[in-house]
């Protein structure tokens, strides 16, 4: 039988907390990371490109050896993930897998809301996308979801602006409209892998009663479950507690900002998918 890393896949860096996340939850397993940074961001992408570009991210992980690759990207889990599992996957191969972030997210929401009015920050594409709404609405059909695109958060955190007074207005500027557009929400999804590095200018501008939540402890937790009920799945996954990176951009560029998501040093290689802009 053939074993190979638990594959997780980012257009950048955000994917890097979840990454970080899983290692935490589940130590003895091997990882490998694909940041698609030659053709970051994702977020203002049409769905084709998205699908396209996440399609080859996923055949490079399948001729990497993975058995199993993880979505860590709110905007490729929302314009590509459903097209791949039920297209691609039966003719490249199916018995391997592809998820995504949203859903482990959309199943947990509920312990963290007690007014059932829950809020979603993301990316241009994730949000227009609807997909937290839907999924919730399958999930939990009681809630209230409402949407705040940000499109400036990704590249504060991209910039290393994230911790700087010059991010205290867009982060202020969208807490402040989702919440006049729905006061009764009480707790908020992170739908986007980038704004944990955020948190901390987040958890300023919100209201005590307010509970922002970060995705990657709601993936790990699903993940190790996954796991478990799906042992012909696990046994496929190599034990070695190793993580390599992967970048389509240069690989010190990438070095020096994952170090900052993962607070370790980071040693990337880089490679190529069929870049077309």
């Known amino acids: ?15 890097l907390t979840v990454l970080s996340e899983i290692r935490a939850c589940m130590p003895r397993y091997d990882y490998l990371y694909l940041g698609d940074n030659a053709r970051a961001p994702y977020g203002n992408r049409s769905y084709e490109r998205v699908y396209q570009f996440t399609l080859e991210a996923v055949k490079w992980f399948f001729d990497k050896g993975c058995h199993l690759v993880i979505l860590a990207c709110n905007t490729a889990s929302a314009k590509a993930l459903r097209t791949i599992q039920q297209v691609d996957l039966p003719k490249l191969d199916p018995d391997r897998r592809v998820l995504g972030v949203i859903r482990p997210t959309a199943e947990r929401i509920a312990r963290f809301t007690r007014s059932g009015h829950v809020g979603v920050l993301g990316t241009d594409g994730t949000i227009l996308s609807r997909s937290y709404e839907l999924e919730i609405a399958k999930l939990h059909p009681r809630l ?18 994230h911790d700087k007074p010059g991010a205290d207005y867009f982060v202020k500027q969208h807490l402040d409209r989702l919440l006049q557009r729905d006061p009764k929400i009480d707790a908020i999804i992170l739908g ?12 300023e501008y919100l209201p005590d009663k307010v509970t922002a939540i970060p995705q990657g402890k709601e993936v790990a937790e699903s993940l190790l479950d996954y796991l478990h009920r799906h042992p012909e799945m696990e046994v496929k996954c190599t034990k070695g507690g190793t993580v390599q990176y992967y970048t389509t951009d240069s690989p010190e560029k990438f070095n020096q900002m994952a170090s900052l998501f993962m607070n370790e040093p980071v040693d990337a290689r880089k490679t190529s998918l069929e870049i077309t802009k």
């Open 1 to 15: 039988m053939k074993t190979g890393a638990i594959g997780l896949f980012d257009s950048g860096y955000g994917g």
């Open 192 to 203: 986007c892998t980038h704004y944990p590095l955020l948190i901390g200018k987040i958890q």
């Open 144 to 161: 209230a979801v409402t949407g705040e695109a940000c499109p400036m958060w990704v590249p504060l955190v991209e910039n290393r602006e």
